[in-house]
């Protein structure tokens, strides 16, 4: 499986991002998809994640502005950022497995991580 990512930049506070992810190899549609981030000095923390059926979870601190989304018959994920912060300055990886929780190393499929950076 290989993982895609796109759509990283820098943005005033604010702002919005859409970052997009598109999978390919022999990933199945019953996969799970979401996305990391990493700040600098930080451990990378789950920011959303989305099941094959379309359930959705969100951290926290992103709950309410960020909204996860995918396209299965694109082997795709999205998220939608809208009123960044400074504090999500950060590199965002797309990931993908048959579950997708909150600790890194049960994942296998990463992408190449994709810089986001929002200034005030």
């Known amino acids: 499986v290989q993982l895609q990512a796109s759509g990283g930049g820098m943005v005033q506070a604010g702002g919005s991002l859409r970052l997009s992810c598109a999978a390919s190899?022999?990933?199945?549609?019953?996969?799970?998809m979401g996305w990391y981030r990493q700040a600098p000095g930080k451990q990378r923390e789950l920011v959303a994640v989305i099941s094959s059926g379309g359930i959705t979870n969100y951290a926290d601190s992103v709950r309410g502005r960020f909204t996860i989304s995918r396209d299965n018959a694109r082997n795709t994920v999205y998220l939608q950022m809208n009123g960044l912060k400074p504090e999500d300055t950060a590199v965002y990886y797309c990931?993908?497995?048959?579950?997708?929780?909150?600790?890194?190393?049960?994942?296998?499929?990463w992408g190449q991580g994709t810089q986001v950076t929002v200034s005030s």
């Open positions: 190899g022999s990933i199945s549609s019953r996969y799970a």
């Open positions: 990931v993908t497995d048959t579950n997708v929780g909150i600790f890194p190393d049960d994942i296998d499929f």
